[in-house]
């Protein structure tokens, strides 16, 4: 199994993540590039904003996993703030969707 992570934030998702997921699920390891997966691995992208991480990285992201192939998950991660998750996730969506994505 493995895992592409695409977080908003700068500093914390980078600590707290790998923390969370050596807990979790010890057996997986970080790999410093999304290309580098194998088995067992998981990847972290931090896109460091909203709202890049929606309109910059997640295309980009999107690609890298269809091009390499060996990934189970795709995860993003966002902060809802002063919007509501379903606002955000219509967001997203709705860029996906007129993006033909």
């Known amino acids: 199994m493995n895992l592409y992570f695409l977080v908003e934030g700068k500093r914390t998702e980078r600590k707290v993540y790998p923390a969370w997921l050596k ?11 999304y290309d580098e997966v194998n088995k067992n691995n998981y990847y972290l992208f931090s896109g460091e904003g909203y709202p890049s991480i929606i309109y910059d990285h997640l295309p980009n992201a999107i690609a890298d996993i269809n091009a390499n192939g060996k990934y189970s998950y795709f995860v993003v991660c966002l902060d809802a703030e002063e919007n509501t998750v379903s606002c955000i996730e219509q967001e997203i969506y709705d860029f996906l969707t007129a993006e033909k994505i």
């Not at 997986?28 to 590039?33: D, E, G, I, T």
């Open 23 to 33: 807990h979790l699920l010890p057996e997986l390891q970080q790999v410093q590039n």
